[in-house]
Nanobody, 114 residues
Framework: VHLVESGGGLVQPGGSLRLSCAYS????????MGWYRQAPGMQRELIAT???????TYADSAKGRFTISRDKPSNTLYLQVNSLKPEDTALYYC?????????WGQGTQVTVSS
């Protein structure tokens, strides 16, 4: 499984971004996809997940401003982020967990600054 994130960049506080994660390869019937982020000097943290059935979960800190979604025909995972804050500055990663294996993308940088 190969994952490639895109959509990051420099955005002003209060702005929005939609991050994309294009995935390729064979996924088994049951899998979970997710978005994580890692700020400088901090541990990687979970933002949200979505299962093969479409069920979503969010970290408490992500509820209200982050929306995870997936487009199966195009094999793309999305993360919509609204009302961005400087503390959202981080490297954002997508991952897939399936049949005991975990795959990560290379990350896309989001910088929130005026």
């Amino acid at each position: 499984v190969h994952l490639v994130e895109s959509g990051g960049g420099l955005v002003q506080p209060g702005g929005s971004l939609r991050l994309s994660c294009a995935y390729s390869g064979t996924l088994f019937s049951f899998y979970t996809m997710g978005w994580y982020r890692q700020a400088p000097g901090m541990q990687r943290e979970l933002i949200a997940t979505i299962t093969n059935g479409g069920s979503t979960t969010y970290a408490d800190s992500a509820k209200g401003r982050f929306t995870i979604s997936r487009d199966k025909p195009s094999n793309t995972l999305y993360l919509q982020v609204n009302s961005l804050k400087p503390e959202d500055t981080a490297l954002y990663y997508c991952n897939v967990r399936s049949s005991g294996s975990t795959y990560w993308g290379q990350g896309t940088q989001v910088t929130v600054s005026s």
